[in-house]
């Protein structure tokens, strides 16, 4: 691949890519830093990380039109997800940052006579308002929950704002127009526009959607005046949103296993009946599968849907976490017990804690782990959930549901669909399942029916629809192309350690849920025999560079500085070497010259 500059996008040229060069060690170390030659270079970022220009800009539109001075705007789709962000900040800040905090909710105008698909997208805004003191914590929250709003939604909805259609609630008549049922709308309206222009690294390039931006033939000239006009005029790539309920039927019974074959989507696509006994488990319905903006938003809502479902308790986190895992659990709770290395021994302690009369929430793990892929004996955990009436909440993002099946050891599924679900790294994404059989599943289902928002936008539901669907035969290709570059990297004395599913000692308990002709997935870690040495490496490596995983190209990162830079000596207490470096294999051919190529490069190091 060729050299991605210092703080572009990656891919490049795409606007809303999920992942930022850092090509060198040295710009990793800039990044987290702070220092300016990195940071004033950098076009975007990992989105839950770096806030995304377009929201920016539109914050910064709304301070300017309703906020006063001195305040800066965090954005999110709804008026309860922006006050859960308010109680998070009035909890943890100080009392001189609580000033000039409020929100605002942004909703279409009535006034101005949306159209009726217009008003289905629900393009509303809740900007939390607050002073330069309360940034930090308005960012943790944004940062720990994934509750903001997509890149994709915040341009749509600054575009209706510019319109004078986005305006505040108060200002809107009581009474609401009612929602109209979606038709083709009339004929001047029907065009067929690319809803993105990046091709995917797999080669499959543009895939075209009809535009129908609808409004009722009688009412044609004054309903769609404004929003058809924005839509059509302005954007030239809106969606037909008669799309977007079979895309997300089509998401989930990808995720249930029931679709695997890649098919084109319309409105009127039969997709395959929802098996009641998908992944292995009975009564298996696909409403027992939520879609929301992106996985840590997955974790985040299982745990405060747990919370509400049970009695709230502390929670466990084993395993070595993603950072924002344990995070959730400490500060939106009663806390964590965390078991840093997942060991068998970790096992033996919480059950003499729980002999001893100690109860928990949940258990919170991943299979396998990031970055050690080591995986936890979900067999044993799963008999002392039942023995001492704790939820299991497994992470299954590295592992993949075509590689293994954890949902039978499991009360709640979560997955990052941002990773190689899409693979394409142009649109963020989560679910979560909730096992029918689980003994908290009435209670949980309950829950998510009280309180539950569907809050992924539109567009990006069918970019991710559209990503996914050669997701099991890229599976397949990345399984092997990780097989091989764990050999390369096995095979050389300056590597110390490989990190792999099929290589590490926990190998026994991936093979409990590895599905007959799975494989051990597509990320592996490695350490070098000294920092120079991993600097080199990772320097000289000629793959993109820079955060996230999963993707359909193959991404090194020099994963535990930029996870854990502010703790690396927490880290290495729990095994995992600071100078680690993370590679996400992709769907490239002779990977194995880039890596030995890459290793030479160690090799002329001085002794």
Known sequence: MPLIELGDSIPPNTAHAVSVSLPTWKSNVGYEEGEKWVINSMTTGYPRFFIHMSIQAFGRDIVAKHGTAGQQAMLFPTRKTANRCLEFIRNKAPESALVDLGILHLVLDPAKKPSSSLQSVMPSVSAVLFN????????????????????????????????????????????????????????????????????????????????????????????????????????????????????????????????????????????????????????????DIYLVPCGMNAIFTAHQTLLKAREPRKSIDFGFPYVDTLKILQKFGPGAIFYGRGSSADLDDLEARLKGGERFLGLFCEFPGNPLLTCPDLVRIRQLADAYDFAVVVDETVGTFVNVNVLPFADVVVSSLTKIFSGDCNVMGGSIILNPNSRYHGAMKRVMTDEFEDTYWAEDVVFMERNSRDFKSRIDRVNANAEAICNVLAAHPLVTNVYYPKYVESRPNYEVCKLPGGGYGGLLSCTLASQAHAMAFYDAIETAKGPSLGTNFTLTSPYVLLAHYQELDWAASCGVDPNLIRISVGLEDDLRSVFAKALEAAEAVPS
């Open 132 to 287: 330069d003191e309360a940034w930090p914590f308005a960012k943790q929250y944004w940062q720990h929950s994934g509750d903001g709003v997509s890149s994709r939604r915040a341009e749509f909805c600054h575009g209706l704002f510019k319109e004078d259609m986005l305006v505040p609630e108060e200002k809107t008549s009581p009474s609401r127009p009612p929602q109209q049922k979606l038709g083709r709308g009339p004929k001047r309206y029907r065009r067929d526009a690319s809803i993105d222009h990046t091709n995917g690294s797999n080669g499959a390039g543009h895939r075209q959607y009809p535009v129908t931006a609808d409004a009722p033939v009688e009412n044609d000239t004054t309903d769609t005046l404004e929003s058809s006009r924005f839509l059509e005029e302005r954007y030239g790539r809106n969606l037909d949103l008669s799309l977007v309920p079979n895309a997300k039927s089509a998401i989930r019974r990808r995720i249930a296993g029931v679709l695997t074959t890649d098919i084109e989507l319309d409105s009127t696509t039969s997709l395959p009946t929802m098996d009641s006994n998908a992944r292995g488990i009975s009564n298996f319905k696909e409403d």
